[in-house]
Each structure stands twice: as structure tokens, then as C-alpha cells.
């Protein structure tokens, strides 16, 4: 009796634990892992006419066109300044994906279901054609040899004009994770018994072997390829807290007290760029942690926002980034002047951030600034590069509304 006791004590105990295991993982977990729960529902409580205009598509119509185009087989032929890109071979999926992804934040705030057909058709044709998976593939998911032997040797010329199998793969990557990203918010619940699905995640699956595993952080290539390790976790409902938590630990460290970034911030001619770039990572991690309910380090939001004045100031006047810049970094000097977009509505590569901050942080002199420079036809609000998702439209719509 005693023994049978025990036994219904030790089952009882034990579903408890397993059962309160449960609910805490569940917690961490959110519909997208760069977007909060709370965030999603707020925005889908807005009106659909409102978020139609503050995010720019009252006159907007899905080019067609380009996205007819189709993604490459491969991509190939960048060097390691990737500034030779005009000749590099199937490039040209870039503007696709980009055109997509507006598309896609298009047809998901105007709710219109010929418009979401349409690209849920062109992510199975994408599938089944298996493009860009004659990319070369450089990256592995092993630890003990993450990148290919005859991937390495990059920046092997200071200038950066040798040929880098390397940023091909990472670039194909980007896409077609990117569209996973999307396909996860946007398409999941979309006609669920549809056949389709199983080739899209096929097509997925077959690039998440070309995934570089974690290890440390740095800034760049998704958050040392944080980001989509995250997703990968995140799509199989696995527990990726200490994930972020590693992630974030690491990216305190990149963000110094003077406002610049390690590594971005000393790029030359291109500081303003890479610490723009720093920044779009730096506010996409800093969601992820609310997203995650994970608790971020004491000054993390002060180091970010003394980061986001350094790249008001800088925008404003180029040579005061200079002190960091004339390092050189992997770079050419600047004397003073930035390779950037004088117009910021032009800027979409890592520009969710500057929608972030504003939500986040209304009051911050840089999102008065931001709000002041930008306007409806901001290239940011539609899609990120990186993302795919029309995380842009999501805050600004927050942001703005009364």
C-alpha cells in the first residue's frame, strides 16, 4: 500500500514538473521569433485602411514584372567588397525577393487573397524549380567544419576584388531564408491541405543544411548567423532561450559606450553603412529578446540608442565619424565622406530600425529625427532584405497611430 502510494505520489509530481515545463517553454515562444505576440496583435487590431496608408500602398501595385523574373538556379561571381555586383551572375534574384517580400506585406495588409495566391504559387513554382541550389554551397552545419575548405581565403586581396564563392552562398542563404521567414508569418495557416506546402518545405529544408551553426558572435551575416539558427529552432517549436541569451550576451559586447559598433563603425568610406547595418541588427535583437521574454543586460538600451544618435549625427555631418572610420577597416579611407543614401527613404537593407526606435523610444531625439527625414514611400516600410517581413510597416503603424 505504502509502495503504491509512492508510486501515485512520484507519477503525480512527475506530470506536474512535465506539465510546468511545458507552459514555460510554450511562454517563450511566439508566432514569429522577431516579432512580440503583443506586437502582432495590436497591429492586427489597427484598421486596414490606416495601415494601408501609413505603410505606403494606397497607390502601390505588385510589380509583377520583376517578380515574373524568378529566382535565379544560382548566384555567382561576387568578390569580397561585393562591389562588383552588376556582373555577378544571377543578382538579379535580389530585386526579386525584395519586390516578393513588398508584395507579400502588400497583400497581407490589404487582405487580399488573389494578390496572396499569386505569391503563395510563385514560392511553389521557386520550389519545385529548386532555385538557387546550384549556388555553391560553403557552409555546413557541422561545428568541427562549418565552412567548406575551398569557401575560405576571402579578403585574400586588401582591396577586396578577389573572387568569394563564399558571399555567393551567404547571399542565396539570405534569400531563401528570408522567404522562409516569410512563408512561417504568412503562409502556414494558408490553405492547409494544399499539396504545395510539402514541395515549399522540401525547398526549405534543403537549404538549412547550408546553415553555419552558432559559435561567436559578430556583428553581421544575420547576427553571426544567429538569426536563422533561431528560426530553424523556432520552426520546430524546439526551446531556443539559451540562444538568445547567447546571442544578446554577445551583442552587448559589440555595442560600446562611445555609440559605436565593433568592426562597423572603423569601416572607412563605408562606416556609416556598416554602423546603419550594425544598428538594423542590433534593434532586430533587441526584439527578439521581448519576443523570447528574455531579460536584456543593464545598458543595452542606452549603448543601442547612444548608437542610433551616432548615426543621426553622422548622417548629418560625415566627418564626425571619423575618428573611427580613418581605421580602415577592411575598407578604403573616407577623408571624411560616407558612401551612403543621402535620402533615407531609400534605405531598405537592415532598416526596420528605424521604424523600432520610434515605437520604442518616441521621445529619443534620433526617432524625431527619423520621423522627420522619412515619409510614407520609405523603402524600410515594405520589406527588409534580411527578414523578408514587412517588420518596417508593422512598428511604424504602431508608432503613428492616435
Same mark, same amino acid.
Given at each position: 500500500? !505504502? ?7 512520484? =507519477? ?18 511566439? %508566432? ?13 487590431? *489597427? ?24 529566382? /535565379?538556379?544560382?548566384? *555567382? ?10 556582373? &555577378? ?92 521567414? =516569410? ?30 551553426? !552558432? ?17 530553424? %529552432? ?9 540562444? &538568445?541569451?547567447?546571442? +544578446? ?11 559605436? =559598433? ?29 519576443? /523570447?521574454? &528574455? ?8 549603448? +543601442? ?38 535620402? *533615407? ?10 521604424? +523600432? ?29 534580411? /527578414?523578408?517581413?514587412? +517588420?518596417?510597416?508593422?512598428?511604424? /503603424? ?5
Amino acid at each position: 500500500m !505504502v509502495i503504491r502510494s509512492f508510486n501515485i505520489l512520484f =507519477i503525480y509530481i512527475l506530470f506536474i514538473t512535465l506539465t510546468s515545463y511545458s507552459v514555460a517553454n510554450s511562454k517563450q515562444l511566439s %508566432k514569429s521569433p522577431f516579432i512580440p505576440d503583443e506586437i502582432l496583435n495590436k497591429y492586427d487590431d *489597427l484598421p486596414k485602411e490606416y495601415k494601408s496608408k501609413i505603410c505606403g500602398f494606397n497607390n502601390y501595385k505588385p510589380k509583377k514584372n520583376i517578380i515574373n523574373k524568378d529566382l /535565379a538556379p544560382k548566384i *555567382l561571381g561576387y568578390n569580397s567588397r561585393m562591389d562588383n555586383w552588376n556582373i &555577378v551572375e544571377g543578382v538579379y534574384s535580389r530585386d526579386v525577393f525584395k519586390e516578393y517580400a513588398d508584395a507579400v506585406t502588400y497583400a497581407s495588409v490589404n487582405e487580399n487573397d488573389k494578390v496572396k495566391e499569386f505569391l503563395f504559387d510563385k514560392l511553389y513554382t521557386w520550389a519545385k524549380n529548386n532555385a538557387l541550389s546550384a549556388t555553391k554551397q560553403c557552409y555546413t552545419n557541422s561545428k568541427d567544419k562549418p565552412i567548406l575548405k575551398d569557401c575560405e581565403g576571402e579578403w585574400s586581396d586588401p582591396n577586396g576584388q578577389d573572387i568569394a564563392p563564399i558571399k555567393d552562398a551567404t547571399v542565396a542563404v539570405e534569400i531563401v531564408m528570408g522567404l522562409n521567414y =516569410i512563408y512561417n508569418l504568412n503562409f502556414t495557416s494558408y490553405k492547409t491541405d494544399d499539396p504545395r506546402h510539402k514541395k515549399i518545405n522540401q525547398w526549405f529544408k534543403s537549404f538549412y543544411k547550408r546553415i553555419k551553426p !552558432v559559435s561567436k558572435f559578430y556583428m553581421g551575416n544575420s547576427a553571426g548567423w544567429f538569426f536563422p539558427n533561431i528560426a530553424l %529552432k523556432h520552426n520546430n517549436n524546439k526551446n531556443y532561450k539559451s540562444l &538568445v541569451k547567447k546571442l +544578446i550576451k554577445g551583442a552587448d559586447k559589440w555595442i560600446l559606450k562611445d555609440g559605436s =559598433i565593433k568592426d562597423r563603425t572603423t569601416r572607412g568610406n563605408r562606416s556609416l553603412w556598416y554602423h546603419h547595418t550594425g544598428l538594423g541588427e542590433a534593434f532586430m535583437i533587441l526584439e527578439i529578446a521581448n519576443a /523570447a521574454n &528574455v531579460k536584456l543586460p543593464k545598458n543595452y538600451e542606452k549603448n +543601442i540608442l547612444k548608437a542610433a544618435e551616432l548615426f543621426q549625427d553622422g548622417f548629418v555631418d560625415n566627418s564626425i565619424l571619423e575618428p573611427w572610420a580613418k581605421k580602415a577597416h577592411n575598407s578604403q579611407a573616407s577623408n571624411g565622406v560616407q558612401k551612403f543614401n543621402k535620402n *533615407l527613404d531609400g534605405v531598405s537593407f537592415n532598416g526596420p530600425w528605424f521604424h +523600432i526606435i520610434q515605437y520604442r523610444y518616441p521621445d529619443h531625439r534620433t526617432s524625431k529625427f527619423l520621423k522627420s527625414k522619412m515619409t510614407t514611400r520609405a523603402r524600410s516600410l515594405k520589406s527588409d532584405e534580411i /527578414a523578408g517581413i514587412g +517588420i518596417g510597416c508593422i512598428y511604424n /503603424a504602431l508608432a503613428n497611430f492616435n
